[in-house]
């Protein structure tokens, strides 16, 4: 991986956690970036010539250490999948997880979810966005700091193509819950889907400690509105 400063937007939607690279995680960035990892740059990405397919893309945001996403992509070889994660460790964790199952449909980009958004994917070709448990910045005075804000879900809303394609958010937090329900029902691009679609999914980390800590998981997808103009 080059040392290239990641660009930054002014006000950040996660917090940088410098942690110490297992021996296992230093590996895998060293021996495998190349073959599983893309660099960011200002260039729109080939799906076609990245996963050599034309299957069904879906973009996973801030996956963590990797685990559910690596799941989910070996349980669906008919599809391909980029993840897109700024915490380092867990970028070397999926790349080592990758790895070791042999997988030809996952590969990482290590950078903020909406420059690559801008920058990297072509509008109307991701079949689903899925954003798991993202930060609920609880306090009020932090809300500015959410990733799910309204030029953010009509950026996914551009990309997202005309198949069905889905934005798919799951959080604990009741009150970041109502906010993106209200937030996304208020415009016209998406169709609230969230009780009709199938969730059928791994568990990821987080969502298994709000469980034990008895919050309810909500599973908000929206479809994208083919008819709005």
Same mark, same amino acid.
Not at 104 to 131: A, C, F, G
Not at 165 to 189: M, Q, R
């Given at each position: 991986?080059?040392?290239?400063?990641?660009?930054?937007?002014?006000?950040?939607?996660?917090?940088?956690?410098?942690?110490?690279?297992?021996?296992?995680?230093?590996?895998?960035?060293?021996?495998?970036?190349? /073959?599983?990892?893309?660099?960011?740059?200002?260039?729109?990405?080939?799906?076609?010539?990245?996963?050599?397919?034309?299957?069904?893309?879906?973009?996973?945001?801030?996956?963590?250490?990797?685990?559910?996403?690596?799941?989910?992509?070996?349980?669906?070889?008919?599809?391909?999948?980029?993840?897109? /994660?700024?915490?380092?460790?867990?970028?070397? $964790?999926?790349?080592? /997880? #990758?790895?070791?199952?042999?997988?030809?449909?996952?590969?990482?980009?290590?950078?903020?979810? @909406?420059? #690559?958004?801008? $920058?990297?994917?072509?509008?109307?070709?991701?079949?689903?966005?899925?954003?798991?448990?993202?930060?609920?910045?609880?306090? @009020?005075?932090?809300?500015?700091?959410?990733?799910?804000?309204?030029? &953010?879900? $009509?950026?996914?809303?551009?990309?997202?193509?005309?198949?069905?394609?889905?934005?798919?958010?799951?959080?604990?937090?009741?009150?970041?819950?109502?906010?993106?329900?209200?937030?996304?029902?208020?415009?016209?691009?998406?169709?609230?889907?969230?009780?009709?679609?199938?969730?059928?999914?791994?568990?990821?980390? &987080?969502?298994?400690?709000?469980?034990?800590?008895?919050?309810?998981?909500?599973?908000?997808?929206?479809?994208?509105?083919? /008819?709005?103009?």
């Amino acid at each position: 991986m080059k040392n290239n400063v990641i660009l930054l937007r002014k006000i950040r939607s996660f917090m940088i956690r410098r942690r110490k690279l297992t021996k296992k995680q230093q590996i895998a960035i060293n021996n495998y970036w190349l /073959e599983i990892g893309i660099e960011f740059k200002f260039e729109l990405i080939n799906f076609t010539a990245l996963f050599k397919s034309n299957k069904p893309v879906i973009i996973e945001v801030g996956f963590g250490m990797g685990n559910s996403l690596v799941a989910m992509a070996q349980d669906n070889p008919d599809q391909n999948f980029l993840g897109v /994660e700024v915490y380092l460790p867990g970028v070397c $964790n999926c790349i080592a /997880e #990758v790895k070791t199952a042999e997988l030809r449909n996952l590969r990482i980009i290590y950078h903020d979810i @909406t420059e #690559v958004l801008e $920058n990297m994917i072509p509008d109307n070709s991701i079949h689903k966005v899925q954003l798991f448990c993202p930060d609920p910045w609880p306090k @009020t005075r932090h809300h500015k700091r959410r990733i799910i804000n309204l030029p &953010f879900i $009509n950026l996914v809303n551009k990309k997202l193509n005309s198949h069905g394609s889905i934005f798919h958010i799951v959080t604990d937090c009741e009150n970041y819950a109502h906010y993106i329900i209200k937030l996304i029902n208020s415009i016209d691009n998406y169709r609230n889907q969230s009780s009709k679609i199938s969730k059928n999914r791994p568990i990821t980390k &987080f969502e298994q400690r709000g469980k034990i800590l008895g919050h309810k998981i909500w599973d908000l997808i929206f479809e994208k509105n083919n /008819e709005h103009k």
